[in-house]
Nanobody, 127 residues
Framework: QVQVVESGGGLVQAGGSLRLSCIVS????????MGWFRQAPGEEREGVSC????????YYVDSVKGRFTISRDNAKNTLYLEMNSLKPEDTAMYYC????????????????????WGQGTQVTVFS
């Protein structure tokens, strides 16, 4: 059984930083691309970032480019999202998900391409 557990969310002032973590078990972690998504109340789930199985390629939604960094440690079955210069519009529940294959590709932001999801971690940014 696949388990995906996010942590690291919290309440932070605008301009601050947070580091999200996601531990995955029940699958061969380094066989799969991994993604971060977020969902604000009343909004659709949005793809934030994706990283290929080996970390060689990464993708970001335009609104976080230059501020967020995705990384992974395959030895620890762990995915990370370093978030800097946070803005109130980054406020959302953040989810970690395992993709159907090892590469993000052009479909990386499509939630249906990720069959395994965590419960999410809340990020709230106040001004």
């Amino acid at each position: 059984q696949v388990q995906v557990v996010e942590s690291g969310g919290g309440l932070v002032q605008a301009g601050g930083s947070l580091r999200l973590s996601c531990i995955v078990s029940g699958l061969l972690f380094d066989d799969f691309a991994m993604g971060w998504f977020r969902q604000a109340p009343g909004e659709e789930r949005e793809g934030v970032s994706c990283i290929d199985w080996d970390g060689a390629s990464t993708y970001y939604v335009d609104s976080v480019k230059g501020r967020f960094t995705i990384s992974r440690d395959n030895a620890k079955n762990t995915l990370y999202l370093e978030m800097n210069s946070l803005k109130p519009e980054d406020t959302a529940m953040y989810y970690c998900a395992a993709k159907t294959n090892g590469h993000c590709l052009t479909s990386w932001f499509v939630a249906s391409r990720y069959p395994s999801w965590g419960q999410g971690t809340q990020v709230t940014v106040f001004s």
